[in-house]
């Protein structure tokens, strides 16, 4: 037994977790929900980002259990990867992450990766994102850096110069790898059903950690159930990506939000015609959405059992019910993979509908 444990190999080197991912439904004015998003990143630790002029003269040590990084020349302490600071790492040598990560033992791990990292020519600049001292991103020098400070005086002043800072009602706050604010109008209100009320709205998301360009996108919020349609077609979504001049950015979400916002109220039209549009087949239609996992799709009839009040999933529904069983079922999703399921819901309300 002695023998068969001495000759086991050592398992595989581990990263740290990333920025915990967190979507909390609110109802707030726009600056107590911006501080809260502030709140949230400052919470994971003091952000600071350190330029290398060549990753060649840096190496992957093992601290503990764990990945860390560390200069050759020893003018840092090896600093702790996380899990999407191996992933940028690996991603800029050209290596296959989960291979790296999850399959090779610590030894084979660390000869892969410093071998990638030595074998270039030419140097190979990048940028660590710190988190309390931990390298929770590693991006291209080309990378424009505009986190969350940043990100809510930019919608702020966009909001005030349009005239809708005080009307202007925050319905959701995700914070993680993906930030998200969910604006709504109040003032854009329509009873698309007797007592059903939905609001015209904008999602502006973007990352602190590389994992998302910024992008304002036209929404559609309903009030009984908080569930949100986002829109998939390009006319009423804006992306901005993280390269050059963060004055850049600020200029192009200032201009992206007026547009985006004129997108959701004509695709308001398209949700109130979504009452009066019918749908064969259902459960067929259901089974071949390959978009959703199988548990979503169970969760989807699950939802359209609910609205017609029965134990079977319904032959024929109504476009409406449809949308709104798709985002019921992203209430469950991580923030990220919540704003995917809630774009394909506007992609089914486009086909179902149409323009």
């Not at 994102?129 to 919608?155: I, K, W």
């Not at 003032?187 to 609001?199: L, M, N, Q, R, Y």
Request: glycine content about 8%; charged content about 25%.
């Amino acid at each position: 037994m002695n023998q068969l444990q001495e000759r086991q190999l050592p398992p595989p080197l581990r990263v740290l977790p990333d920025m915990r991912p967190r979507w909390t439904d609110v109802d707030e004015d726009f600056d107590t929900a911006a501080e809260r998003l502030v709140t949230a990143h400052a919470d994971d630790g003091q952000a600071r980002d350190l330029p290398i002029p060549d990753l060649r003269t840096w190496g992957v040590v093992p601290d503990d259990t764990y990945f860390a990084l560390a200069p050759l020349g020893g003018h840092h302490e090896p600093m702790r990867l996380r899990a999407t600071g191996l992933s940028g790492l690996l991603g800029r040598l050209g290596a296959p992450v989960e291979f790296v990560r999850d399959r090779l033992t610590a030894p084979l791990q660390l000869a892969t990766i410093n071998y990638l990292l030595s074998r270039d020519e030419s140097a190979l600049s990048g940028l660590l994102r710190l988190r309390r001292g931990q390298v929770s991103a590693v991006v291209s020098e080309r990378y424009a850096p505009f986190d969350v400070e940043q990100l809510v005086d930019t919608v702020r002043l966009a909001l005030a110069h349009h005239g809708a800072l005080g009307e202007v009602r925050v319905r959701a706050v995700a914070t993680g790898m993906t930030d998200v604010l969910r604006l709504t109008f109040p003032s854009e209100a329509v009873a698309v059903k007797p007592g059903d009320i939905s609001h015209v709205g904008l999602d502006i998301s973007s990352s602190s950690f590389g994992r998302s360009a910024v992008h304002v996108r036209s929404m559609i919020w309903r009030l009984v159930c908080t569930n949100g349609l986002r829109m998939p077609e390009k006319s009423g979504s804006f992306s901005f990506r993280h390269v050059g001049e963060s004055e850049r950015l600020s200029d192009g979400i200032g201009e992206a939000i007026p547009t985006a916002l004129a997108h959701a109220r004509g695709t308001m039209g398209r949700w109130r015609r979504a009452v009066t549009v019918m749908v064969d087949r259902v459960a067929e239609l259901v089974d071949d959405m390959r978009e959703l996992t199988g548990g979503e799709r169970g969760r989807v009839r699950d939802e359209l059992r609910l609205a017609h009040g029965a134990a079977e999933l319904p032959e024929r529904t109504d476009a409406y019910n449809l949308v709104n069983a798709l985002t019921a079922a992203a209430h469950d999703a991580e923030p990220a993979r919540r704003l995917e399921l809630e774009t394909f819901a506007g992609r089914v309300l486009r086909q179902q509908v149409g323009a």
